[in-house]
């Protein structure tokens, strides 16, 4: 399986953007997928997941409620929706797919950049 994370750009605090993760390869829609991000000078980090179907979804305490996680199978895409962005939320966000183990999965995109400014 191929990721292609797209959707990265520069917006103000309070902002929004989507991000987009396009999956090419085998099939995606066997796959649970999620998002996590780097900022800059810390640890990758956790931020969303979505099973299979789309049915369950989890988040990290520091954006629950204010990002949506979100797949269409039909377009092989997974989508991360960031509202009420921080500063904090400065980072590369990565999309990957395949549950290998807890929080570890097999494929990864290339990372797309969101900065938020004050």
């Known amino acids: 399986v191929q990721l292609q994370a797209s959707g990265g750009g520069s917006v103000q605090a309070g902002g929004s953007l989507r991000l987009s993760c396009a999956a090419s390869g085998r099939s995606f829609s066997n796959y649970d997928m999620a998002w996590f991000r780097q900022a800059p000078r810390k640890e990758r980090e956790y931020v969303a997941s979505i099973n299979w179907s789309g049915s369950i979804t989890f988040y990290a305490d520091s954006v629950k409620g204010r990002f949506t996680i979100s797949r269409d199978n039909a377009k092989n895409t997974v989508y991360l929706q960031l509202n009420g962005l921080k500063p904090e939320d400065t980072a590369v966000y990565y999309c990957?797919?395949?549950?290998?183990?807890?929080?570890?999965?097999?494929?990864w995109g290339q990372g797309t950049l969101v900065t938020v400014s004050s």
């Open positions: 990957a797919g395949g549950l290998v183990a807890d929080n570890e999965y097999a494929y």
